[in-house]
């Protein structure tokens, strides 16, 4: 199975920041990473999907980027909204996996 | 609109089994892959199984496989997952999801339902 590995597991900011996470494949996975976003007690959210695509309704403030087995989700100026556990997921392989969240506080 | 209700789920003891469905609504169910995802309690998200949307292809993670089993009945528009020798480690929220990409091969979750929850204990 393809592992992914999320860096860093929690993450202090604060609104108007910029914030990178990053999320490393075990082995290349091409275009297939996407990024989802879970706010507590609330479903999954697609956010980003073939890397760098954004999702419909998604604010432009999100972007993901990376090739092969390293990839980045930005989000550029951090809005209260925004605080809540990210994602990643390869769709590489038949058996998808996902990484293990990033947390993103306050 | 577009809408995925799970339902199903419950306490169950260590060794029994229990149905999930998932009630699809606002697309053509017959196209698109779908998907479990589960969230054990104060835990992150992991992936389940997926059905493709030729309902051929089935896919299981290492911790299911052989005791748990996707399918769908498409006269209504209903995915189903029949878990079987459940354990401890089965206990979480259960989601269904709706793949993005149309008679494709899956690409990302792109609508999930609420999820039923599974609590497996004596």
Request: glycine share 8%; aromatic share 12%; net charge positive.
């Amino acid at each position: 199975d393809i592992q992914m590995t999320q860096s860093p597991s929690s993450l202090s900011a604060s609104v108007g920041d910029r914030v990178t996470i990053t999320c490393r494949a075990s082995q290349s996975i091409s275009r297939f990473l996407n990024w989802y976003q879970q706010k507590p007690g609330k479903t999954p959210k697609l956010l980003i999907y073939a890397i760098s695509d954004l999702q419909t309704g998604v604010p432009s403030r999100f972007s993901g980027s990376g090739s092969g087995t390293d990839f980045t989700l930005t989000i550029s100026s951090l809005q209260p909204e925004d605080f809540a556990t990210y994602y990643c997921q390869q769709s590489y392989s038949s058996l998808h996996t996902f990484g293990q969240g990033t947390k993103l506080e306050i | 609109q577009v809408q995925l209700v799970e339902s199903g789920g419950g306490v169950v003891q260590p060794g029994r089994s229990l149905r999930l469905s998932c009630a699809a609504s606002g697309f053509r169910f017959n196209d698109y892959s779908m998907y479990w995802v589960r969230q054990a309690p104060g835990k992150g998200l992991e992936w389940v199984a997926i059905l493709w949307y030729d309902g051929i292809n089935k896919y299981y993670a290492d911790s299911v496989k052989g005791r748990f089993t996707i399918s769908r009945d498409t006269s209504k528009n209903t995915l189903y997952l029949q878990m079987n020798s459940l354990r401890a480690e089965d206990t979480a929220v259960y989601y269904c999801a709706r793949d993005l990409v149309v008679v494709a091969a899956p690409e990302a979750m792109a609508v999930w339902g609420q999820g039923t929850t599974v609590i497996v204990s004596s």
